[in-house]
């Protein structure tokens, strides 16, 4: 499977982004779907999850009411709608897949088996 986001770019604080990963080489409906991010100098961590059918969701507790992760299973491509953004939303935003776990997954990025190249948010105040 291989990823490919997209979407990044630089936004002032407030601001509103629509990052995409479209993925090839697999239907993404037998695959739980993530975003993580990676801020400069710091670990990845987990921003939000869609399960197989798109029904289910997980968000990490600094995005919940900000950040929307949806899928089309007909384009092969997954999204995430960041709004409000903040100075601390800058970092490096990964899709990932999981092709075992059922529901939305874990939060863990071990847990993922593959990973796009990322995708630079940068949110200035």
């Known amino acids: 499977v291989q990823l490919q986001a997209s979407g990044g770019g630089q936004v002032q604080s407030g601001g509103s982004l629509r990052l995409s990963c479209a993925a090839s080489?697999?239907?993404?409906?037998?695959?739980?779907m993530g975003w993580f991010r990676q801020a400069a100098g710091k670990g990845r961590e987990f921003v939000a999850s869609?399960?197989?059918?798109?029904?289910?969701?997980s968000y990490a507790e600094f995005v919940k009411g900000r950040f929307t992760i949806s899928r089309d299973n007909a384009k092969n491509t997954v999204y995430l709608q960041m709004s409000s953004l903040k100075p601390e939303d800058t970092a490096v935003y990964y899709c990932?897949?999981?092709?075992?776990?059922?529901?939305?997954?874990?939060?863990?990025?071990?847990?993922?088996?593959?990973w796009g190249q990322g995708t630079q948010v940068t949110v200035s105040s």
């Open positions: 080489g697999r239907n993404i409906s037998t695959l739980v």
């Open positions: 869609v399960s197989r059918g798109g029904g289910s969701y």
């Open positions: 990932a897949a999981d092709p075992y776990r059922m529901g939305y997954g874990a939060k863990t990025a071990r847990s993922y088996d593959y």
